[in-house]
């Protein structure tokens, strides 16, 4: 499927490492370094404009490698993107290790993931069918 896309960064356009991969990685777009401090966060820009259709949206994910090796994630994670938002795709990114991350121009920062997108209607109705769960909620389903 074809997306509309505006880059106005110097890096390539998001792509795929792998065939079987279904994220596509995002690239900081900065003219300086940025340094998040431990336990700080910041809105790191891509350069990236998009054009979704209605039936889509755009899902920002975490890189699992910095998440694991240098504690940085996606804050809202998944942080959505409407098929109606045409500003800038940014990544609210959120150091949770307690040494400073330096970020640079290029840096592979976030992954997009592209999904449909399931309209629904509401039908009010007075009472829930009855499940074998019921009404348990965190933790009820046990730990194995």
Known sequence: MNIGIINKSNNPNPSYKTKGSSGLDLRASLTQDIIIEPHERAVIPTG??????????AQIRPRSGLALKDGITVLNTPGTIDSDYRGEVSVILVNLSNKPFKISNGDRIAQIVISRVQKITWNNIEVLETTE????????????
Do not use: A, N, V
């Open 48 to 57: 990236i404009f998009l054009q979704l259709p209605e039936i889509l949206e």
């Open 133 to 144: 769960r019921g009404e348990g909620g965190f933790g009820s389903t046990g730990k194995k």
